[in-house]
């Protein structure tokens, strides 16, 4: 599995500031908005363009254009939803494939409960977003989903990523990309990521 951890000082910056225990709801979605966009960004760079013929100002001129090739962006809820934002800024024209899944707090195993995926879902590029990837259940469940649907490229981003998931995702999807805005230490009992961000779903919504 190609992995890139993102070492732009403005993704290092930001992904500090995500860390404060006092952090407001509202800084917190704008960090997890722009880092999902920075993410984007670098995750982006191997999509192939093609050359085109316009009319510019003074005739014909050549550009180059993204190919073909359509995008899903598929935010696991509920966290997922703070960063779609920053995909679409630079993908805006990209489907959204909703996949419900929340991790039993006991267990920590995924449970799935919703999903509505994009039509022609075999033919687009899949960028999966979640601002933790800590066992890798969640993830795993997700794109075990995608390619059930016979989507074939994959693309996860996660702000925050223990060891144990990644060796997880690792495991089950060796052909996807995961780019994350940092690898953490490890998990601790409860499943949570050290020092990780605490719980994104519940800082991102303000339940608790
Ligand atoms: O890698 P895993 O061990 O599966 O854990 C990560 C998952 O846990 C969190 O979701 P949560 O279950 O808290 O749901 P929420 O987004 O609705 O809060 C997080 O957003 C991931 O989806
Ligand atoms: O650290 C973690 C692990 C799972 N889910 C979260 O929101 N945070
Ligand atoms: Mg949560």
New binding site residues.
């Given amino acids: 599995m190609k992995i890139v951890e993102v070492k732009h000082p403005l993704v290092r910056h930001k992904i500090g500031l995500l860390r404060a225990a006092d952090i407001s709801t509202k800084h917190f979605r704008e960090l997890a908005r722009e880092i999902g966009s920075l993410l984007t960004y670098e995750a982006t760079t191997d999509l192939p363009l093609e050359s085109i013929t316009i009319t510019g100002w003074n005739g014909p001129v050549a550009i180059e254009q993204i190919q073909g090739k359509k995008v899903t962006v598929v935010p ?5 939803l703070g960063m779609m934002d920053g995909v679409l800024e630079h993908l805006p024209s990209a489907r959204i494939s909703v996949v ?6 006991d267990t ?4 799935p409960y919703f999903h509505k995926l994009a039509p022609k879902i075999e033919q687009r590029l899949a960028i999966v977003v ?12 997700t794109i075990d989903l995608l390619k059930q649907q016979g989507c074939q490229h994959i693309k996860a981003l996660v702000l925050v990523a ?1 060891p144990e ?1 990644i060796a ?1 995702l690792a495991s089950a999807h060796p052909d996807i990309e995961l780019y994350t805005a940092a690898i953490d230490q490890q ?1 601790n009992k409860q ?1 949570y990521i050290l020092p990780g961000l605490g ?4 800082k ?2 303000g ?1 608790k």
């Fill in positions: 696991i809820l509920r966290a997922g419900g899944i929340y991790r039993d707090e920590l195993q995924p449970v979640d601002p933790m990837l800590a066992t890798g259940g969640s993830m795993i469940a223990a998931g997880a998990l499943g719980d994104a779903g519940d991102l919504f339940t």
